[in-house]
């Protein structure tokens, strides 16, 4: 069975026991069903991301067939509806095609049938669904704000992601807490064919010693006292999307041995399940520390070390992208603006010399919540007064950056040597930027005070 295909059936029929005994037979093909006697009932439960087909009688009391028809279309015109009739009425059936209806099947029917529309039906639900979740990430889709900036570090981290988005290696990502592991692993997904099935985030830390096998892999009904239905582990909720391992160093070693067989074979055994299911899955993890030195000491399995290492990515901390943190934190003042009602301000020469010499150990999520704090005002912070409003997101960042390179030339009296050491910006980029945003060192030179020291 295709773990990513649509298996829902709703069936929709007053009469109980051509009911009970359809519904056995669409379980034995595997499909998820849920019944109702009327149309109202069913229309409770059905909304516009059904993953499945509906199946329903064209006569019945009260809103009938072509009625429901008419509010599912309402509703959703791409979900399918297989109309079941009796033989004096297929002229209704075809008239019900017409208006949208996907098939229809005349009593008494061979079941084989309806299997086969309900087969194609599922496969074009699939299809729809599939389509909408990428038009939907589509639409999200951002620059992450670890991969914004223009400092070579971030440049390599960006193009390396961007070659292998879409490749099914293994990639284990490392950085020091708060640079943005997780943003990384979803800019991998999401650049890649993967995204439209799910990005799955396990937080290896947080993984109960007693339930780790349960949490991973799921059960069966009955494996254990308490287990009344099937539980689906994380590791299958993942399948045929993304699998990420988040301080994947903090896998205890039964963890790890767990983990092994996942890694290995593309296969898991929930608990109390007859065989092993295999599963179509890509593996990202993320260690905050050098995971080879663990393997060195003892404190990681160097064979699940070396399967989950196909490529690695080091994820930049700030102190060595300081060039960045101007900008990035533009862009979390900008979010934190918009969220709270404020109006966005661009930094003084001062909260720009303080934003780029600070450490910042906690890294990109800790610059977040500083500009949060800044934007409700709960930081005493050297914010320069408002300049023009308006424009997105990427103008509000060129309008701020051009304020820094006014202040820092002005500050230098027009040095762009020492404008370049100040803003750590190579030469090059520096005389780039200066040309886009029309500044010319010459005219601070004239005007401008002495640097102070």
């Not at 199946?55 to 509703?75: A, E, N």
């Not at 041995?257 to 399940?273: D, F, S």
């Not at 945003?437 to 401008?448: D, E, I, K, M, W």
């Amino acid at each position: 069975m295709n773990f990513a295909r649509p298996c829902a059936v709703t069936l929709i029929d007053d009469d109980e026991d051509f009911r009970a005994a359809l519904v056995e037979r669409l379980r034995l093909q595997d499909l998820e069903v849920r019944e109702f006697a009327s149309a109202e009932a069913a229309l409770k439960v059905l909304n516009a991301d059904y993953p499945g087909v509906v199946v329903t009688d064209l006569r019945m009391p009260g809103m009938d067939g072509r009625g429901l028809l008419s509010r599912l279309q309402s509703m959703d015109p791409d979900l399918p509806v297989v109309m079941i009739t009796g033989h004096g009425d297929i002229a209704e059936a075809v008239e019900a095609l017409r208006h949208g209806a996907y098939d229809f099947v005349a009593k008494p029917f061979d079941f084989a049938r309806l299997n086969e529309s309900l087969v194609r039906a599922l496969e074009k639900r699939g299809l729809v669904l599939d389509n909408r979740a990428l038009a939907l990430a589509a639409a999200r889709a951002r620059p992450g704000t670890t991969l914004l900036g223009a400092s070579p570090a971030i440049e390599r981290l960006r193009s390396v992601v961007d070659q292998i988005a879409d490749a099914e290696m293994d990639v284990l990502i490392e950085g020091p807490t708060g640079v943005g592991k997780e943003v990384v692993a979803r800019a991998l997904h999401e650049g890649g064919r993967r995204r439209v099935h799910r990005f799955v985030a396990m937080n290896c830390g947080a993984l109960p010693e007693g339930l780790i096998e349960t949490e991973l892999f799921g059960s069966e009904p009955g494996a254990f006292p308490g287990a009344l239905r099937r539980r689906i582990g994380l590791v299958e909720q993942s399948h045929r999307g993304t699998l990420f391992l988040d301080e994947v160093e903090s896998l205890s070693p039964a963890a790890q041995l767990a983990m092994l067989r996942v890694v290995e074979q593309r296969e898991i055994q929930p608990i109390g399940a007859a065989a092993a299911r295999r599963l179509d899955l890509r593996i990202l993890s993320a260690s905050k520390i050098d995971l080879a030195d663990a393997v060195a000491r003892g404190r990681f399995r160097d064979d699940l070390y070396h399967r989950l290492n196909v490529v690695k990515l080091r994820v930049p901390p700030l102190v060595e992208r300081r060039e960045d943190i101007p900008l990035l934190f533009a862009h979390f003042l900008a979010l934190a603006g918009k969220a709270h009602g404020q109006s966005p301000k661009p930094l003084s020469a001062e909260g720009h010399r303080r934003l780029v010499e600070h450490l910042w150990p906690g890294n990109v999520r800790e610059l977040a919540h500083f500009a949060e704090r800044a934007a409700l005002g709960l930081e005493e912070f050297a914010l320069a007064p408002s300049v023009e409003a308006g424009g997105g997101l990427a103008d509000q960042i060129d309008r701020y950056e051009k304020s820094i390179l006014e202040a820092s030339l002005a500050h230098h009296a027009g040095a762009v040597k020492a404008v370049g050491e100040a803003l750590r910006l190579p030469r090059k980029t520096l005389y780039d930027k200066l040309a886009r945003h029309g500044l010319s060192p010459s005219r601070f030179r004239t005007t401008a005070r002495h640097p102070t020291g």
